[in-house]
């Protein structure tokens, strides 16, 4: 089953076009990772995706809900994290987390079930009385997660969110994530790490809000003849012939 | 509406303002600040007029006459000079507002029946106070005639030295003491100022810190968000109010002669108007600074200047006098007077209770609508 699908979704801000006839279909429990340098409309992916920014054109449907006609049902079906941390630095971890499962109804019943089995594989247990501000890196991100993850939600859409998080994290974090797959969640991340990228199921490359390619990792390594990913993207953007210096673009 | 997510929302909101020491200051100590300090500035009671005289006579009978000034409390005398060029330089240094100038011969005036001359130069750049200040000289003055007429020339018979006696007695302020005019309309300004600037921050921040893009992909609500938010807020703007009653009563000496009920329900109609005219700001806005300094312009600019607090709308051309329909604290200002000075009910105010509402409807509307959940 179909779980995200877009149809030549393009999204301008002014002259600048930041998603340009964007079409992709992604599968029900896929992890799909998106990669690009900075400013290749990841991130306005993510907004047109989840239904908090309009297109300019094209279509899309999430969980078979339309971005535009139906943003507001969508909404129960997605959960999303942010690039920029999104969450209450004044509240304490259960505080964000009590606060997201009101606002997306989570029913009391199995509310404390839920906040346990996130708050232990996360690791936040010992900090649920810190402050969200107080958290390293790492754990806010966890936190992030966790709030997204609260009303167990179809669709996942993720941010870089293991920008700046040390390896070790970023293992739990995948941990996590491996965890909600089993459950048949479709989730979509956005990684500058290509490492991470190789752990995706398939994944898109994006430059100038353009899909350069769109295919397992595995495919696009062979296709290239590279050994790494990293390797297949770089010569992949300079056969585009649009940036001159891959190295400063793309982090490993 | 969903209850569970506004409860959610208003707590969450309320935690904040909490734990934010500026948010806490600005709702809790400013207010209070600014009814003392505006509560003593902006009292219209002119006392201790500074006064400078230049007695020429210096006789009994003028010494008398500037003891009647001595002993009023409205002036102050603050020296005796000889010349005309010390008398103008008081006055225009500021130092002295009034110069009393007793003529050579005004003793001997009196004494034969005749209108004896007093000169008083009066500094009249501040006009207000200086016809206030006439005012109480005249006052004096009469004063003195009466007590001439009675004791001074007995063997003289003055059938009626005054043919019409003047003896006002004016309601709800009757020592014209302006604190208990300027107190209620002071706690009009304060509410509607702080109750929109507080919230003219709280959309505009959660954009900025970036907690709103989290926010706007959640199934919340336009008008769960607007009700949650102004909730905490709502519960300020009363405590401020409580506060603003207690210090008026207790500070200024300024007790409310109507009833309370009434005041507080009809204070909340204004306060939701006042706050989500905030709200609204900050909706459109998205941006705290420019919030911030919108709502100050919006509301403590026409509410000082326009609401009838400090200038009479009566006295207004026509077209300012028009304006003030628009301006919300002019019904709040006839509804608090109305119950602080002179006790009326309902009845009397139920206009003005009224526009009020409208107005907070419309806040409230629009607040609603503008509310966008998306990011651009
Ligand atoms: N609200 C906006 N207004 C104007 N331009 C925007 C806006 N949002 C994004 N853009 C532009 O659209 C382009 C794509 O931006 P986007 O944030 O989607 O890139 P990204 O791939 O997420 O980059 P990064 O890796 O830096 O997060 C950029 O050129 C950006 O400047
Ligand atoms: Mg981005």
Known sequence: MISIKTSNLTRTFGSNTAVDKLTIEIGEGEIFGLVGPDGAGKTTTMRLLTGILDPSGGEAWVHGKHVVKDSESLKDDIGYMSQRFGLYEDLTVIENINFYADIYGVPRGERKGRIDKLLGFSGLAPFAKRYAGKLSGGMKQKLGLACALIHTPKVLFLDEPTNGVDPVSRRDFWGILYEMLKEKVTILISTSYLDEAERCRRVGLIDKGRLLRCDTPAAIKAEQGAKTLEEAFIRIITQQGQITNPLSQIPT | MNLVRIRALAKKEFLQILRDPRSLILSLAIPVLLLVLFGYALTLDVDNVPMVIWDQDNSQTAKHFILDFHNSRYFKIIGYYDTYQDLVWKIDTGEAMIAMVLPKDFSRYLGSGQPAPAQFLIDGSDSNTATIARGYISSVIANYNQHFFAHAVAGVTIVNPQPVSFKPRPWFNPNFESMIFIVPGLIVVIIMTIAA?????????????????????????????????????FCIGLFDLILSVIMAKFVFSVPVQGSVALLFALSSLFLCGALMMGILISIISRNQLLASQFAILATFMPTVL??????????????????????????????????????????????????????????IFLAIRKFKKKVA
């Open chain 2, 197 to 233: 600037l507080l919230t003219s921050l709280t959309v505009a921040r959660e954009w900025e810190r970036g907690t709103m893009e989290q926010l706007v992909a959640t199934p919340v609500r336009p008008n769960e968000l607007v009700v949650g938010k102004f909730l905490p807020y």
């Open chain 2, 306 to 363: 326009l609401s009838g607090f400090r200038y009479p709308i009566w006295n207004m051309p026509a077209a300012v006098q028009a304006v003030t329909y628009l301006v919300p604290a002019r019904y709040f200002i006839v509804i608090v007077r109305g119950i602080y000075l002179k006790g009326v009910g309902i009845r009397d105010l139920w206009q003005q209770a009224l526009f009020l509402a409208l107005f907070a409807a419309a806040m």
